[in-house]
T-cell receptor
């Protein structure tokens, strides 16, 4: 059963430190999303890639967040410097999205980030 | 912008009974898909059911069914014969091709508790 793999599962860091979260999408999927989940805001879209090209990162704080796909098997989300308000669960999701709308997104188990 | 609203932050039901979770959405698009995702305590986001806007017939997956009212922009989830394993957060999600960019927009979620 193919899965989206995220690492690390948990991360605790101090304010000001750099944080890198990694995601391995399902092989063959052409679309990768990053979402952030908090109690207050729910699931927020941060960034969206199609065929490794960034299509939309309007939901991401540009001054400290960056998202990349160095190759088709790896997506990264980096926060530098991290702040306590970044504490959340970060989800990566992948899908095989084309012209149709039927295909769902497959989610990883998330990275729970705590910034102290 | 498309928005998805889940007006019930929490719901509870007795085991073996039926419960309905509500979801409304706002869109000017005619072609879209709707999804229900389940998030148990493990954090994994699991697809429960999906509905294409052009289909009048309501989707059904075993004990899960939807009541899709396109004119009212309503997409409720009915869980029959509730089981303890159904306890989770449930998210309604909307996908379309607005502005040429496909996105999956989520509601705030409903926490479902199953009482034994």
């Amino acid at each position: 059963d193919a899965r989206v793999t995220q690492t690390p599962r948990h991360k605790v860091t101090e304010m000001g430190q750099e944080v890198t979260m990694r995601c391995q999408p399902i092989l063959g999927h052409n679309t990768v999303f990053w979402y952030r989940q908090t109690m207050m805001q729910g699931l927020e879209l941060l960034a969206y890639f199609r065929n490794r090209a960034p299509l939309d990162d309007s939901g991401m704080p540009k001054d400290r967040f960056s998202a990349e796909m160095p190759d088709a098997t790896l997506a990264t989300l980096k926060i530098q410097p991290s702040e306590p308000r970044d504490s959340a669960v970060y989800f990566c999701a992948s899908g095989n999205w084309g012209r149709g709308l039927r295909s769902p997104l497959h989610f990883g188990n998330g990275t729970r980030l705590t910034v102290t | 912008a498309q928005t998805v609203t889940q007006s019930q932050p929490e719901m509870s039901v007795q085991e073996a009974e039926t419960v309905t979770l509500s979801c409304t959405y706002d869109t000017s698009e005619s072609d879209y898909y709707l999804f229900w995702y389940k998030q148990p305590p493990s954090r994994q986001m699991i697809l429960v059911i999906r509905q294409e806007a052009y289909k009048q017939q309501n989707a059904t997956e075993n004990r899960f069914s939807v009541n899709f009212q396109k004119a009212a922009k309503s997409f409720s989830l009915k869980i029959s014969d509730s089981q303890l394993g159904d306890a989770a957060m449930y998210f309604c999600a909307y996908r379309s091709r607005a502005d040429g960019v496909q996105k999956l927009v989520f509601g705030q979620g409903t926490r479902l508790t199953i009482n034994p």
